[in-house]
């Protein structure tokens, strides 16, 4: 066989292999790209687990209606421009990569409004294929619609899973991002009927009750009850968020959730960390529950390890190991001296 340039159209969708699982990596890539438009709101309505739709409506910045075409197409973004960029990005997108992937496997409408346009307009992409620009009404802001996802890669829409498994991770996603942004408000509805709301508080900075609200509101009022506030900082690094203390264990790893720089994500290390500060105090085979957020100066951590952006590489993991460790293990220490809290179950 010859040499030949794939057409633009397989070349998102092989890249939509890397990024779109399944609908709740839809609703990630959408709702990360809603909070980095600054949306205060996000609406997700899903139909079927999102199988058969994804419309996600925010009200942040919006596109122009020009731009609508370049949001589609691969390796544009508004959110980096230099390789100085890249190395110091705060946005949870960089890649440009996300709408052209989920536009090469669905049926895809983006419809958008800037403050400063009279009129909205909106796109339509099928299966890849480009729409034109047309005019559309819209409030202030973007909506997404995804239908049919993998409606034309019958290999892909063979992996998906029930109805309930999908809305399943869905929500278990939508947990996870609730944690980090008590300062947004999501409202889910799933088949015609709202599902979930999490009510943003609209203060710009959030507090920290807002956040500890929300702690009972995603993960249940017994975690909450038995939270201990972590906020440390040292080495140039700062690791705030609740552990809870040991009577409050789990069977499995379900409830751990660590983020740096805002970013959810998994990490061997700093897992194995967090392990190490309870071994003293936690019965063989159980599991701690946390919400861990780590800061980390942007520029000694490199999040574009992986097209799905679900893992990171710090410049210096020893350091970052050791600080999780010591600041946990502190943390757990004084309970136990000071409130005598009972470890034995
Ligand atoms: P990335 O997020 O990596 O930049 P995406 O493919 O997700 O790439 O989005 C491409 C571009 O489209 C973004 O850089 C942004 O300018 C624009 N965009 C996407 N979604 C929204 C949104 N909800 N609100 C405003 N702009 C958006
Ligand atoms: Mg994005």
């Keep these: 066989m010859t040499i030949q340039q794939l057409p633009d159209t397989l070349i998102n969708q092989i890249a939509a292999g890397e990024v779109v699982e399944r609908p709740a990596s839809v609703v990630k890539e959408l709702v990360e790209n809603a909070l980095d438009a600054g949306a205060r709101r996000v609406d997700i309505d899903l139909e079927e687990g999102g199988i058969r739709l994804i419309r996600i409506r925010d009200d942040g910045d919006g596109i122009a209606p020009d731009e609508l075409p370049l949001a589609v197409s691969r390796h544009a973004t508004s959110k980096i421009a230099s390789l100085d960029d890249l190395e110091a990005v705060s946005t949870l997108g960089f890649r440009g ?17 800037r403050e400063v346009d009279a009129h ?15 005019p559309k009404s819209h409030p202030r802001g973007t909506t997404v619609e995804v239908r049919d996802l993998f409606y034309n890669v019958p290999a892909r829409r063979k992996f998906l899973r029930a109805e309930r498994t999908e809305l399943g991770h869905v929500e278990e996603w939508l947990r996870s991002l609730a944690l980090a942004r008590p300062d947004v408000e999501l409202r889910v509805s799933h088949n015609g009927r709202p599902s979930r709301r999490y009510k943003g508080d609209r203060q710009l900075e959030f507090s ?6 929300r702690l ?37 790893a379900d409830q751990q ?19 190490q500060a309870y071994a003293d105090v936690l019965f ?6 946390y919400v861990l957020f780590l800061e980390v100066d942007p520029t000694r951590v490199d999040v574009n390890v992986h097209p799905a952006k679900h893992e990171v590489r710090f410049r210096d993991a020893r350091l970052v190991h050791d600080f999780v460790y010591r600041t946990l293990q502190g943390a757990l220490a004084q309970t136990r001296a000071g409130a005598g809290v009972a470890v034995s179950t």
């Design 97 to 113: 990569e996300a709408l052209p992937s989920i536009a090469s496997v669905s049926r895809f409408v983006l419809s958008s409004r």
């Design 120 to 134: 909205g307009a909106s796109l339509q992409v099928d299966g890849g294929n480009v729409g034109a620009v047309a």
């Design 208 to 213: 920290d009750t807002s956040a500890g609200e």
């Design 216 to 252: 009972g509101e995603t993960l249940g009022e017994e975690f909450a009850k038995h939270a201990l506030r972590i906020d440390h900082t040292g080495a140039g690094l700062r690791l705030h968020g609740w552990i809870a203390q040991p009577v409050y264990s789990r069977a499995s």
């Design 257 to 275: 959730y660590l983020y740096v720089n805002g970013r959810s994500i998994r990490d061997r290390s700093v897992a194995h960390a967090v392990k």
């Design 284 to 289: 063989h085979g159980r599991q701690p529950a």
